[in-house]
């Protein structure tokens, strides 16, 4: 049915044009207000990245958004807009497990926007290093998936990094069988990052029985390296497929369908300082307590007394041979709340370690 009445497709597209123009003056009024800040900030010496504030001017869109727009898509564009602003206050390096492709790039690009100097480093420990001797701002390290659990690696690097933690991220994590030939025929090795070979245990066993799984440094280096010889195929994401030239040979492989990586993101506090309270925040900690019985329970005693909610609660162990453990925590809030800061306060006493990883944010979509 036609409406005789509708306006026409060349219609719609001038006022769509005309829209954009208007769009095109207030971003950039925008941008020249960031500008402004960046000034500012730059006269009082002050740092630019304020993930509390972007959280918040997120929120509010989101509060105030009427549609049709939906309120998923606020935080990509919104993100971008201020990756753009905060470009024009200074550069933002970024740190992460690459090369090209990787998740922790897309975790970075998700978090950060694309306006950011990526780089790419060959391992957690690299990134963990590079950002503590000042050469990115910021590193972005996977911290825990849905599947598989913490990431043993990372854990232990918080435990004597000077890095804190200042912002977090989640990504939905699709992996894919990439090669060179498109099939499954002829492979003989598949290559990936450990974690997405555990992530993809079951598929692999009922499909490529047999074939070897070897681990590389990051799915996109074995992407990398399925480009040069047709009997590798590598799992990593399409965008690795795209940037190494494979095609996907299977895709979805990972064997939970609801795969998710959660990312930390990390900076030199003696150069960033901790977020101010955004109001929807996280505390992340790390604990030891004595080996005695009822040590854990008395960890959680002063959470319940203060009222603080835990939304994470893992052990790893302590390398002591002692059966011994580090407990790395979540608490719901930030130290400037005071049940909050009560709590802290009462469990450092109750430690045998203590250490505060950083209060951030929590991930807004
Ligand atoms: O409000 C600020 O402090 C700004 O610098 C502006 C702005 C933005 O574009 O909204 C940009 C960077 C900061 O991380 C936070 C927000």
């Not at 049709?68 to 935080?75: G, M």
């Not at 753009?84 to 950060?112: D, H, I, K, N, Q």
């Given at each position: 049915?036609?409406?005789?009445?509708?306006?026409?497709?060349?219609?719609?597209?001038?006022?769509?044009?005309?829209?954009?123009?208007?769009?095109?003056a207030?971003?950039n009024?925008?941008a020249?207000?960031?500008?402004?800040?960046?000034?500012?900030?730059?006269?009082?010496?002050?740092?630019?990245?304020?993930?509390?504030?972007?959280?918040?001017?997120i929120?509010?869109?989101?509060?105030?958004?009427?549609?049709?727009?939906?309120?998923?898509?606020?935080?990509?564009?919104?993100?971008?807009?201020?990756?753009a602003?905060?470009?024009?206050?200074?550069?933002?390096?970024?740190?992460?497990?690459?090369?090209?492709?990787?998740?922790?790039?897309?975790?970075?690009?998700?978090?950060?926007?694309?306006?950011?100097?990526?780089?790419?480093?060959?391992?957690?420990?690299?990134?963990?290093?590079?950002?503590?001797?000042?050469?990115?701002?910021?590193?972005?390290?996977?911290?825990?998936?849905?599947?598989?659990?913490?990431?043993?690696?990372?854990?232990?690097?918080?435990?004597?990094?000077?890095?804190?933690?200042?912002?977090?991220?989640?990504?939905?994590?699709r992996?894919?069988?990439?090669?060179?030939?498109?099939?499954?025929?002829?492979?003989?090795?598949?290559?990936?990052?450990?974690?997405?070979?555990?992530?993809?245990?079951?598929?692999?066993?009922?499909?490529?029985?047999?074939?070897?799984?070897?681990?590389?440094?990051?799915?996109?280096?074995?992407?990398?390296?399925?480009?040069?010889?047709?009997?590798?195929?590598?799992?990593?994401?399409?965008?690795?497929?795209?940037?190494?030239?494979?095609?996907?040979?299977?895709?979805a492989?990972?064997?939970?369908?609801?795969?998710?990586?959660?990312?930390?993101?990390?900076?030199?506090?003696?150069?960033?300082?901790?977020?101010a309270?955004?109001?929807?925040?996280?505390?992340?900690l790390?604990?030891?307590?004595?080996?005695?019985?009822?040590?854990?329970?008395?960890?959680?005693?002063?959470?319940?007394?203060?009222?603080v909610?835990?939304?994470?609660?893992?052990?790893?162990?302590?390398?002591?041979?002692?059966?011994?453990?580090?407990?790395?925590?979540?608490?719901?809030?930030?130290?400037?709340?005071?049940?909050?800061?009560?709590?802290?306060?009462?469990?450092?006493e109750?430690?045998?370690?203590?250490?505060?990883?950083?209060?951030y944010?929590?991930?807004?979509?």
């Amino acid at each position: 049915m036609t409406n005789a009445n509708a306006p026409s497709l060349a219609t719609l597209r001038e006022r769509i044009d005309a829209t954009d123009a208007e769009l095109l003056a207030l971003l950039n009024r925008r941008a020249a207000l960031a500008q402004e800040v960046g000034e500012l900030k730059k006269r009082e010496g002050s740092v630019v990245f304020r993930p509390e504030r972007e959280a918040q001017v997120i929120d509010n869109l989101k509060r105030r958004n009427a549609g049709p727009l939906k309120a998923d898509n606020i935080a990509p564009i919104w993100r971008e807009i201020m990756s753009a602003c905060r470009a024009l206050e200074t550069p933002t390096r970024v740190a992460y497990l690459g090369p090209a492709g990787t998740f922790s790039e897309e975790a970075a690009l998700g978090f950060f926007g694309s306006s950011i100097v990526r780089v790419p480093c060959a391992s957690f420990d690299e990134v963990f290093n590079t950002t503590a001797a000042g050469a990115a701002d910021f590193g972005v390290v996977a911290v825990e998936n849905s599947t598989e659990g913490g990431v043993a690696r990372t854990l232990d690097l918080f435990l004597h990094t000077p890095l804190s933690i200042i912002g977090e991220t989640s990504l939905f994590v699709r992996h894919n069988l990439l090669r060179k030939d498109n099939s499954l025929a002829g492979i003989r090795t598949v290559l990936a990052h450990p974690q997405a070979l555990a992530q993809c245990h079951e598929w692999l066993g009922t499909h490529l029985p047999g074939v070897e799984r070897r681990p590389a440094a990051s799915n996109a280096e074995g992407a990398r390296l399925a480009a040069e010889d047709p009997s590798i195929a590598a799992i990593a994401s399409a965008r690795a497929g795209s940037e190494y030239g494979l095609h996907v040979v299977a895709p979805a492989i990972q064997d939970d369908p609801h795969n998710r990586t959660r990312f930390a993101i990390v900076t030199d506090p003696r150069r960033h300082p901790a977020p101010a309270a955004s109001g929807h925040d996280c505390t992340s900690l790390v604990v030891s307590v004595p080996n005695q019985p009822g040590a854990v329970h008395d960890l959680l005693v002063p959470l319940k007394t203060h009222g603080v909610s835990m939304t994470r609660f893992e052990s790893r162990p302590a390398r002591s041979g002692q059966w011994e453990y580090y407990f790395y925590i979540d608490l719901d809030g930030h130290p400037d709340q005071p049940n909050v800061a009560a709590a802290l306060t009462a469990l450092r006493e109750a430690c045998a370690f203590f250490k505060v990883l950083g209060a951030y944010p929590v991930d807004v979509h």
